[in-house]
């Protein structure tokens, strides 16, 4: 039986998680444009997951300070997950990682815990790093978060969700207000 459309899963024979992308366009309070790109590498489903690399772009007064917000996730300590040192690639791009740590040093096979495992694997990033950034960094997030997710480089499905239905409380803190 032929697939119709793009799928995460390549085939039930490979048992491989394809390649994805989840574009957030404007997920901060009162900034429109300044969005990101969390990238799904191709990896198979029984090893731990690849590090998920974000992708921002926006201009460059709050690039300053979101590069400063994310190096205070990146401080933060998780037992199933890290974020990397944000790196500036240039004024108006950052890229950051989240990095699976819910089966550091052991594998799937030999017992690792597989609840932290498929819980980091099935929740979209993208819902982990808002939560971290309203929660942690008390970054006031926009009411509605929009995401284009593709697969196999094809759209897949475009939606928007309340904020609350991905984490509350919202934090206080505007980006524009961040640094002194």
């Known amino acids: 039986m032929e697939e119709s459309g793009p ?3 390549s085939s039930p024979q490979s048992r491989n998680l394809g390649e994805m992308t989840i574009k957030v366009p404007a997920p901060f309070a009162g900034i429109s444009d300044l969005g990101f790109t969390a990238q799904y590498r191709a990896q198979h489903f029984n090893e731990p997951q690849r590090d ?11 690039m300053r300070r979101l590069t400063e917000v ?6 933060t300590h998780s037992l199933t997950y890290a974020w990397t040192d944000p790196v500036m690639l240039s004024d108006e791009i950052v890229i950051l990682a989240y990095r699976d740590r819910s089966v550091a040093g052991q594998r799937l096979a030999d017992g690792a815990r597989i609840a932290d495992y498929v819980l980091n694997l099935v929740r979209p990033v993208v819902f982990t790093f808002l939560h971290d950034c309203a929660v942690i960094a008390d970054l006031r997030l926009s009411e509605v978060i929009e995401m284009r997710v593709s697969a196999e480089r094809k759209s897949v499905v475009e939606f928007a969700l309340p ?9 206080e803190r505007l980006l524009w207000g961040v640094a002194g």
């Open 52 to 62: 998920v690399a974000f992708l921002f772009e926006g201009p460059q007064p709050p």
């Open 163 to 171: 904020l609350h239905d991905i984490v509350q409380p919202n934090g």
């Open 7 to 9: 799928s995460m899963r």
């Open 70 to 75: 994310l190096q205070q996730l990146s401080e």
